[in-house]
Nanobody
Framework: QVQLVESGGGLVQPGGSLRLSCAAS????????MGWYRQAPGKQRELVATITRGGITDYADSVKGRFTISSDNAKNTVYLQMNSLKPEDTAVYYC?????????????WGQGTQVTVSS
């Protein structure tokens, strides 16, 4: 089992920045992929960014150039630096840790942290 604890959400004005953190504990060795998702009211949960154990990153088009995902494997922590925030970035942000092998896939989720971008 993997337990995830998120922090760093809040209220920020358009153009501002926030940094989300996700600290993991438990059976981390099985994890291959880490990422952030978000869900706005009335919308489906969507992928924001992912990072592999080797540091390969991928981003949704809507956040490219504004958000940066990073990880500190020694601390079992993943970060999401969000710059130039827009009102449409308002959502609950969820941390995801995933283990994948030839036979199975398992997802672990954080509790979610609210990000509100408003003037």
């Amino acid at each position: 089992q993997v337990q995830l604890v998120e922090s760093g959400g809040g209220l920020v004005q358009p153009g501002g920045s926030l940094r989300l953190s996700c600290a993991a504990s438990g059976s981390i060795s099985s994890i291959n992929l880490m990422g952030w998702y978000r869900q706005a009211p009335g919308k489906q949960r969507e992928l924001v960014a992912t990072i592999t154990r080797g540091g390969i990153t991928d981003y949704a088009d809507s956040v490219k150039g504004r958000f940066t995902i990073s990880s500190d494997n020694a601390k079992n922590t993943v970060y999401l630096q969000m710059n130039s925030l827009k009102p449409e970035d308002t959502a609950v942000y969820y941390c995801n840790f995933r283990s994948i092998d030839l036979f199975s896939r398992r997802d672990y989720w954080g509790q979610g942290t609210q990000v509100t971008v408003s003037s």
